[in-house]
């Protein structure tokens, strides 16, 4: 199964950038989709961004122009540069990896803290 890991969450500065990296354990295949989601406490968890293993993103209209998402296929590995940060993002962000209608794979998720 495959498991994977966030890296790069922290506390920022309104204003501030993070950079965010989800590492699989095993290879993924360059047709899954990657993402990124968010739960806030007592939000429902969110889409934040997805790309497809040709590199299409999809953005949630909340971070487009703010946040980028990319893929290494190679290196099995999925980042959010961040910024421009808002209070708003402030959220535990999971990464997600799937493919099929049976394949659905969730990180452990990383928590991101935009305040003063």
């Known amino acids: 199964q495959v498991q994977l890991l966030e890296s790069g969450g922290g506390s920022v500065q309104p204003g501030g950038s993070l950079r965010l990296s989800c590492a699989a354990s095993?290879?993924?295949?360059?047709?899954?989709?990657m993402g990124w989601y968010r739960q806030a406490p007592g939000n429902q968890r969110e889409l934040v961004a997805t790309i497809r293993g040709s590199g299409i993103p999809n953005y949630a209209d909340s971070v487009k122009g703010r946040f980028t998402i990319s893929r290494d296929n190679a290196e099995n590995t999925v980042y959010l540069q961040m910024n421009s940060l808002k209070p708003e993002d402030t959220a535990v962000y999971y990464c997600n990896v799937k493919w099929g209608a049976s394949y659905n794979y969730w990180g452990q998720g990383t928590q991101v803290t935009v305040s003063s």
């Open positions: 095993e290879k993924i295949f360059s047709f899954s989709v």
